[in-house]
């Protein structure tokens, strides 16, 4: 089945930041480093117009660093800052806090020039959904700000939130583009929770999941479930089925082996992994 999900608030939220993004004076845009082409929002460039802009990857405690590197070097070369960080472990918020105030101080010198006051900065936080922005919030307001959850749709609507006198910031709902045209696309963010699970077909993305594994980290997931033979799909997740406990009445539980592959992957158990390939 094709996945696509675009559901109304997303349309709507759209609409809104291209309402506002004259009050803007900085973009964060917010990627998922496991998927860092994957995760970035094609519809970005035409809702933000010329603003200068910081690329955030998070996750950097679940992805491949090896690629991480290769795929930061790929967007700076295209003009990008890229500040790749880990919200959770060791949230180094000094990166994000020195790139706004040189934008402070260019701003704040032309706006001396003008004869106008001193103001603090504007910041747009956007991005797919689930991919770390309230947790990023919550971390530079240093309380919690903004419901955190590790499913799609916490965020329901823009919200201005005041960091500190330098900096407030414009948080936004997650939102996708209205059609996947590449399905390696749409099943990488449904395994990494990008797309609202009720939607999906779990064995599809788990049998995605379970596939990729095998082919770009097969020790990782062969010393997880104990694989020994990976020449069939059916034998693997009988294996799988079996290492986890997932049999009812002698048969494999194919719906627990499914949502716990997809647990798996999603909380780091399945090692450090990043999906999209260098280009």
């Given at each position: 089945?094709?996945?696509?999900?675009?559901?109304?608030?997303?349309?709507?939220?759209?609409?809104?930041?291209?309402?506002?993004?004259?009050?803007?004076?900085?973009?964060?845009?917010?990627?998922?480093?496991?998927?860092?082409?994957?995760?970035?929002?094609?519809?970005?460039?035409?809702?933000?117009?010329?603003?200068?802009?910081?690329?955030?990857?998070?996750?950097?405690?679940?992805?491949?660093?090896?690629?991480?590197k290769k795929w930061i070097k790929y967007y700076e070369e295209k003009g990008y800052k890229v500040i790749a960080i880990d919200l959770i472990n060791h949230p180094n918020l000094n990166l994000i806090y020195n790139e706004t105030?040189?934008?402070?101080?260019?701003?704040?010198?032309?706006?001396?020039?003008?004869?106008?006051?001193?103001?603090?900065?504007?910041?747009?936080?956007?991005?797919?959904?689930?991919?770390?922005?309230?947790?990023?919030?919550?971390?530079?307001?240093?309380?919690?700000?903004?419901?955190?959850?590790?499913?799609?749709?916490?965020?329901?609507?823009?919200?201005?939130?005041?960091?500190?006198?330098?900096?407030?910031?414009?948080?936004?709902?997650?939102?996708?583009?209205?059609?996947?045209?590449?399905?390696?696309?749409?099943?990488?963010?449904?395994?990494?929770?990008?797309?609202?699970?009720?939607?999906?077909?779990?064995?599809?993305?788990?049998?995605?999941?379970?596939?990729?594994?095998?082919?770009?980290?097969?020790?990782?997931?062969?010393?997880?479930?104990?694989?020994?033979?990976?020449?069939?799909?059916?034998?693997?997740?009988?294996?799988?089925?079996?290492?986890?406990?997932?049999?009812?009445?002698?048969?494999?539980?194919?719906?627990?082996?499914?949502?716990?592959?997809?647990?798996?992957?999603?909380?780091?158990?399945?090692?450090?992994?990043?999906?999209?390939?260098?280009?």
């Open positions: 089945m094709a996945i696509n999900w675009y559901p109304g608030h997303m349309a709507k939220t759209k609409r809104e930041i291209k309402e506002k993004i004259d009050l803007i004076d900085i973009v964060f845009e917010i990627i998922d480093a496991r998927i860092p082409k994957s995760s970035k929002n094609i519809d970005v460039d035409s809702l933000i117009k010329n603003k200068p802009r910081v690329l955030i990857m998070t996750k950097l405690d679940l992805c491949d660093e090896f690629k991480t105030s040189k934008l402070q101080n260019e701003l704040n010198n032309k706006r001396r020039e003008k004869g106008l006051k001193e103001r603090r900065i504007r910041a747009l936080i956007l991005g797919i959904p689930n991919v770390g922005k309230s947790t990023l919030i919550n971390r530079l307001v240093g309380r919690k700000a903004t419901n955190v959850g590790n499913k799609p749709g916490i965020t329901k609507q823009l919200e201005w939130i005041r960091i500190n006198n330098e900096l407030e910031l414009l948080d936004t709902p997650g939102i996708l583009w209205p059609k996947f045209e590449d399905q390696e696309v749409a099943l990488n963010l449904a395994a990494m929770t990008a797309i609202k699970e009720e939607i999906l077909d779990i064995e599809e993305v788990a049998i995605y999941i379970i596939n990729t594994m095998l082919k770009l980290y097969p020790d990782n997931i062969k010393n997880r479930y104990n694989l020994t033979d990976t020449s069939d799909i059916v034998i693997v997740l009988d294996q799988i089925g079996k290492k986890i406990g997932a049999i009812r009445n002698k048969e494999t539980d194919y719906d627990k082996v499914y949502t716990t592959v997809l647990k798996d992957l999603r909380e780091g158990y399945l090692g450090k992994v990043t999906f999209d390939e260098y280009l």
